[in-house]
Nanobody, 120 residues
Framework: QLQASGGGLVQAGDSLRLSCVAS????????MGWFRQAPGKEREFVAV????????LYTDSVKGRFTISRDNAKSTVHLQMNTLKPEDTAVYYC???????????????WGQGTLVTVSS
């Protein structure tokens, strides 16, 4: 199971740090991703970190502002979000998959989502 937390209401330019804790002993076997879904829109890829954290991929709109990281010893993945914009408003989901990439289809396990609202 994946448990995401850290969302909230912030102003444009602020920062938030999302966390996702995984239960079970095989966290390091999975690539970990963050996705988001804005109201009325499809769920979209945000970032992914490989099993070891050695490979990371971001969607273009968050490059330079968001940082994904993982701590395999704590079975946790984080998404540090800086310089937030109103268009970052969405429910953010963490996901685990055995294949590395940005497609939702690669991820078989999903957290419940945490809401991030950025006011202008």
């Amino acid at each position: 199971q994946l448990q995401a937390s850290g969302g909230g209401l912030v102003q444009a330019g602020d920062s938030l740090r999302l966390s996702c804790v995984a239960s079970g002993r095989t966290f390091s076997s999975y690539h970990m991703g963050w996705f988001r879904q804005a109201p009325g829109k499809e769920r979209e890829f945000v970032a992914v970190t490989s099993r070891s954290g050695g490979s990371i991929l971001y969607t273009d709109s968050v490059k330079g502002r968001f940082t994904i990281s993982r701590d395999n010893a704590k079975s946790t993945v984080h998404l540090q979000m800086n310089t937030l914009k109103p268009e970052d408003t969405a429910v953010y989901y963490c996901a685990a998959g055995v294949s590395y990439g940005s497609s939702r289809a690669l991820y078989g396990y999903w957290g419940q989502g945490t809401l991030v609202t950025v006011s202008s």
